[in-house]
């Protein structure tokens, strides 16, 4: 029986305090002719059945109130998985908080996973571990959330706002960051491997023991990236410079890109401006030119 159950029962034998003396003076007169012959028997036959029948119905309410809770609980979880989507950051923050707080964030069954999170509000959202698999974050705002460790394979967050957001650790495998807005993003030890990063800004980015193999990074800037020397690439990795092939010309056995990362790419010439064949994307340029104007 819950706390606030019991409470509630609680409160009603104090209000109601003439309830102890009926039940002193039931028990009394059973007891009293308990011994009498066959009225004796008769009395103790229907206290035991009265008893019986007493406890079934104990046992039912509590079953009912747990089933109630429960109940309640689900709609507890819906409601904050809800506001959790809120364009208004004070709300969609509480939300993160309280499901955080009761530890329904994580795991397999985080309540997150497979939510539709699009335009959300999660500046400086505390996400870490949190599962967001499948989760689509499309135009959300995740600028300076911590997303430690959290569980983001497979998520959308294609023109997602994830300026200065530590994504240490975090799981990106095959997700969606086309357009994504990483400046600054703290991106050590994240698992990028096959990840859409096409025309994503990771301007001063850290990727320090990230996992780019076979990211796409197509029309990506990573102007002033940091540690792209201890990244990781792979053969499929497709460069920022690369340019799209000709499908219909190309054969079975086609790439889609004119240009992966080899073991003799200098990746330096994409991070560092100094770099004599340095090269970011027109894009890039553009913006910057409109920012002067």
């Known amino acids: 029986m819950t706390n606030t159950r019991w409470k509630e029962i609680t409160a009603i034998w104090q209000k109601d305090i003439w309830l102890y003396g009926l039940i002193g003076a039931l028990a009394g007169f059973i007891l ?10 008769f009395v103790i036959w229907f206290a035991d059945g009265f008893w019986n029948e007493a406890l079934s119905i104990a046992i039912t309410v509590i079953v009912l109130d747990r089933l109630n809770e429960r109940r309640a609980l689900e709609k507890y979880k819906q409601a904050l998985k809800y506001q959790a989507g809120s364009v208004a950051n004070s709300i969609a923050i509480d939300a993160i908080e309280q499901l955080s707080k009761n530890k329904w964030l994580g ?3 985080g309540v997150l996973k497979h939510t539709d999170l699009r335009d959300a509000n999660l500046e400086k959202a505390r996400l870490q571990y949190a599962n967001l698999e499948w989760t ?18 497979w998520a959308t967050l294609e023109s997602v706002n994830l300026q200065g957001t530590n994504l240490r650790d975090a799981k990106l495998w095959l997700a969606n960051l086309r357009y994504a807005k990483l400046q600054s993003a703290i991106l050590v030890d994240a698992k990028l491997q096959e990840a859409d990063l096409e025309f994503a800004n990771l301007y001063q980015a850290d990727l320090y023991q990230a996992n780019l193999q076979s990211a796409n990074l197509y029309q990506a800037n990573l102007r002033n990236a940091k540690n792209i020397t201890l990244a990781k690439f792979s053969k499929g990795t497709v460069l920022p410079d690369a340019e799209i092939n000709d499908l219909e010309s190309l054969s079975d056995n086609y790439n889609q890109y004119s240009k992966y ?26 913006q910057r030119e409109e920012a002067d104007n």
């Open 261 to 286: 990362w080899t073991e003799d790419t200098d990746m330096t010439c994409y991070t560092n401006p100094e770099h004599p064949d340095f090269w970011e994307p027109p894009w890039v340029k553009e």
């Open 136 to 153: 689509n974050l499309m135009d959300a705002n995740l600028q300076d959330a911590n997303l430690e460790s959290a569980n983001l394979d």
């Open 107 to 109: 795991g397999d069954n």
């Open 32 to 41: 009293g002719v308990a011994a009498s012959g066959e009225l004796g028997q």
